[in-house]
Every structure is written in C-alpha cells, then in structure tokens.
C-alpha cells in the first residue's frame, strides 16, 4: 500500500492509497446512460472519521440514506500526528474497513485521508478543499450548555465549514458497536 505525504504550513496530511475495490469498466453503465448531469458523475461526500460508534453511525448513516453510486466517499480523520506510525497504522486499517463496507454497502468509491491537527478545523479545511455536497458528521448527542461549555466538533463545524454539514445524532435504538 502507497502512503503519498505532504507537509504545508501547519498543513501536514497522509493520503491513504486502499485497495482497488472498484472493477474498471471501459464504457458506462447502459442503465446510467439516461443519467445526466450530477447524478451521471456523481458526488463528493465528506465523512469524518474517528474510532467511536457515533463516528460508525454516521457513515453508515451516510451510505444508507445519502450516497448513491457514481459518488466518491472521502474519508476524514484527524490525528495528532501523521508521522506516528502506530497512529497512521491503526487509521488506515481503520480506512481500510470503512473503504470494504462502503463498496459492499453501495458501492461507492472512497478514498482517504489521515490529516494533522484539530479535529473541527481538518474536516472545515478538507471541506474547503474538496468542495463536497456534504460533511458527514457524528456527534454524541449532548445537550447544548454541554456542547458549549466542553467544545464540540460537530458544533464547530456546524458554523465554521462553507459546505453544508449534516450532523447524526445518534437516537435510542441505534447502539452500534466498534466491531
């Protein structure tokens, strides 16, 4: 697996090469010929990615109610450093699963991303960068003085990105696990 690096000012992010899940194929679809415009090419979506369930339970959120397959799933998760190699490893095995389950789920293309830095201000940057038509966000459900008072990514990101962000709340019957 090829690991391409970039450092920038204040800007330092691994892009993370997965597996070639998706067969080429040299010509469309004949069901996609009637398909025009955005649909035909489909979509950017931004999914931010940790290791908690409510981060699992928005991409699979993301995947069941709003990517469709022409789109491209680009996955998001910040660390403190991408030249940690235990950090890096653990995030690409991570990639790397979400990546098996987005094309067996609804086979969209993904790729990845593991990038430097504050978790609010990666996914607004990579926001920026991409220009998605969403931002993918779990949260934990808190209320609004816990989320004011303790910080949250989720509400960060809610005011600070220019694309439009959807935020999962998770609710009572959805206790998706780590597994």
Same mark, same amino acid.
């Given at each position: 697996?090829?690991? #391409?690096?970039?450092?920038?000012?204040?800007?330092?992010?691994?892009? #993370?090469?997965?597996?070639?899940?998706? *067969? #080429?194929?040299?010509?469309?679809?004949?069901?996609?010929? %009637?398909?025009?415009?955005?649909? &035909? &090419?489909?979509?950017?979506?931004?999914?931010?990615?940790?290791?908690? *369930? $409510?981060?699992? =339970?928005?991409?699979?959120?993301?995947?069941?109610?709003?990517?469709? +397959?022409?789109?491209?799933?680009?996955?998001?998760?910040?660390?403190?450093?991408? =030249? $940690?190699?235990?950090?890096?490893?653990?995030? @690409?095995?991570?990639?790397?699963?979400?990546?098996?389950?987005?094309? !067996?789920?609804?086979?969209?293309?993904? !790729?990845?991303?593991?990038?430097?830095?504050?978790?609010? $201000? #990666?996914?607004?940057? /990579?926001?920026? %960068?991409?220009? *998605?038509?969403?931002?993918?966000?779990?949260? &934990?459900? &808190?209320?609004?003085? @816990?989320?004011?008072? @303790?910080?949250?990514?989720?509400?960060?990101?809610?005011? $600070?990105? !220019?694309?439009?962000?959807?935020? +999962?709340?998770?609710? !009572? /019957?959805?206790?998706?696990?780590?597994?």
């Amino acid at each position: 697996m090829e690991t #391409v690096e970039e450092d920038v000012e204040e800007y330092s992010w691994r892009e #993370v090469v997965l597996p070639r899940l998706i *067969p #080429v194929v040299p010509h469309a679809a004949p069901e996609l010929e %009637r398909e025009t415009g955005e649909r &035909r &090419r489909g979509r950017d979506l931004l999914v931010a990615i940790d290791f908690g *369930p $409510n981060s699992r =339970h928005a991409f699979r959120w993301a995947l069941a109610h709003l990517a469709r +397959i022409a789109d491209t799933l680009h996955l998001v998760h910040a660390v403190s450093s991408v =030249h $940690n190699e235990l950090v890096y490893n653990k995030s @690409q095995e991570l990639m790397d699963e979400l990546a098996v389950e987005a094309f !067996k789920e609804s086979l969209v293309h993904t !790729k990845a991303r593991i990038v430097e830095g504050d978790a609010g $201000n #990666v996914i607004c940057r /990579e926001a920026e %960068r991409l220009k *998605p038509a969403a931002v993918i966000i779990g949260t &934990r459900g &808190r209320s609004l003085i @816990q989320s004011v008072l @303790q910080g949250s990514v989720s509400e960060y990101c809610f005011h $600070n990105c !220019k694309a439009a962000p959807v935020i +999962i709340v998770p609710g !009572k /019957e959805s206790n998706f696990c780590c597994s």
